[in-house]
């Protein structure tokens, strides 16, 4: 489960240094993954968004893929995806 608050402290985690291997270190109970943000369908909503980066929330089993999800309840883990800007 990531709470509301848990969201905002992996939050300012990454304002700081958005690192993955630093994230996993800080909440080693969650599992990270990183991409851009063109890589993330439209169809899903960020669950935290700042200057810079998107999170969404994943979840999965050990052994299973993990998926986005809307479901903060289910969520085992973030996808940190840095924005993209058109020039």
Known sequence: ???P????RIGEAIQLNPAVSLLR???PDLHFS???GDDVS???RAALSFDGYDLY?????PGHCF???DDPAT???ILVAAKTYDA
């Open 25 to 27: 270190r800080h909440f």
């Open 75 to 77: 969520a085992t883990g």
């Open 57 to 61: 929330l994943v979840s999965g089993a």
């Open 34 to 36: 990183e991409c851009t």
């Open 67 to 69: 998926e986005l999800t």
């Open 42 to 44: 439209p169809r899903y």
């Open 1 to 3: 489960m990531i709470t």
């Open 5 to 8: 608050r848990l969201l905002v």
